[in-house]
T-cell receptor, first 109, second 113 residues
Framework: KNEVEQSPQNLTAQEGEFITINCSYS?????LHWLQQHPGGGIVSLFM???GKKKHGRLIATINIQEKHSSLHITASHPRDSAVYIC???????????FGTGTRLQVFP | DAGVIQSPRHEVTEMGQEVTLRCKPI?????LFWYRQTMMRGLELLIY????????DSGMPEDRFSAKMPNASFSTLKIQPSEPRDSAVYFC???????????FGSGTRLTVV
């Protein structure tokens, strides 16, 4: 069993839909990153969370440390949101990331 | 800041050849990471440095892989001899510590034929 699990693995949506991607982890963490990777592209850190909720534009990330669960929400999805979204658990002592398997999102016009 | 700079962007080489990947971290970042991404295994940490010192190289696949960080602004990942199974995208990342400022380079796509 992976230490960081994501669901779903693949997700398709129509433009404008509300999207949720889930991440569960079994390791002790200091924080959790949500990363975005466009096809053939680099990796961008969207959020780093250690508690509560963060919002940036149409993106919202939440984390429940007790339940070891985090979610990434996209409101009013757009085709340019099509990418792979990866959650990654972070240990402050080492700064090492443990990655989930990723969620491939496709948003159609 | 130009971000984390990796070179080359693409590398195609023949099996048995030596391959050197390069990374320039963001100035002021004291942690540097080398990751490998494949379809089968996703993203994996190979090695990371803190203040130019290798801290954890447990992810390095085997002795064919080596990494150096001679100074705060430069790191290399070397594969000698390369094999087709080394084909992957190799990412370098740097951070200021405690996950802050975590920034990835654009990656080097390596193909070993």
């Amino acid at each position: 069993k992976n230490e960081v699990e994501q669901s779903p693995q693949n997700l398709t949506a129509q433009e404008g839909e509300f999207i949720t991607i889930n991440c569960s982890y079994s390791v002790g963490i200091s924080a959790l990153h949500w990363l975005q990777q466009h096809p053939g592209g680099g990796i961008v850190s969207l959020f780093m969370l250690s508690s509560g909720k963060k919002k940036h534009g149409r993106l919202i990330a939440t984390i429940n440390i007790q339940e070891k669960h985090s979610s990434l929400h996209i409101t009013a999805s757009h085709p340019r949101d099509s990418a792979v979204y990866i959650c990654a658990a972070l240990n402050y002592n080492t700064d090492k990331l443990i990655f989930g398997t990723g969620t491939r999102l496709q948003v159609f016009p | 800041d130009a971000g984390v700079i990796q070179s080359p962007r693409h590398e195609v080489t023949e099996m048995g050849q030596e391959v050197t990947l390069r990374c320039k971290p963001i100035s002021g970042h004291n942690s540097l990471f080398w990751y490998r991404q494949t379809m089968m295994r996703g993203l994996e940490l190979l090695i990371y440095f803190n203040n130019n010192v290798p801290i954890d190289d447990s992810g390095m696949p085997e002795d064919r892989f080596s990494a150096k960080m001679p100074n705060a602004s430069f790191s290399t990942l070397k594969i000698q001899p390369s094999e087709p199974r080394d084909s992957a995208v190799y990412f370098c990342a740097s951070s200021t510590g405690q996950g802050r400022g975590y920034t990835f380079g654009s990656g080097t796509r390596l193909t070993v034929v």
